[in-house]
Nanobody
Framework: QVQLVESGGGLVQAGDSLRLSCAASGRAFRGLAMCWFRQAPGKEREFVAAIATSGGGLYNADSVKGRFTISRDNAKKTVYLQMNSLKPEDTAVYHC????????????????????WGQGTQVTVSS
């Protein structure tokens, strides 16, 4: 089992930056592929970014590429999402998720590809 706890959300203005953190416990962190999804009110959960065990990042190019950066610290068992140049449309609850790295590449952007989820952290961007 894996437990995930997100933090770092808040209320910011357009153009500001935030860094989200997701602390993992339980299963060996080094063997987990990690990702961030977000869900705005009335919308489906949307893939934001994912990171392999090796540290390579994958992004939702349409929404966040060039503004968001995903990273991980295996010693701290934590994955981060650095969000720059925030826009009002980035407002959502941001969820961290994890899965085994086995066969991850084929399903990295799918909600049903991740068995472990955090409770989420609210990010609100005002215009």
């Amino acid at each position: 089992q894996v437990q995930l706890v997100e933090s770092g959300g808040g209320l910011v203005q357009a153009g500001d930056s935030l860094r989200l953190s997701c602390a993992a416990s339980g299963r060996a962190f080094r063997g987990l592929a990690m990702c961030w999804f977000r869900q705005a009110p009335g919308k489906e959960r949307e893939f934001v970014a994912a990171i392999a065990t090796s540290g390579g990042g994958l992004y939702n190019a349409d929404s966040v590429k060039g503004r968001f950066t995903i990273s991980r610290d295996n010693a701290k068992k934590t994955v981060y999402l650095q969000m720059n140049s925030l826009k009002p449309e980035d407002t959502a609850v941001y969820h961290c998720a994890a899965r085994s790295s086995l066969n991850w590449r084929g399903i990295y952007d799918r909600v049903d590809g991740y068995p472990y989820w955090g409770q989420g952290t609210q990010v609100t961007v005002s215009s």
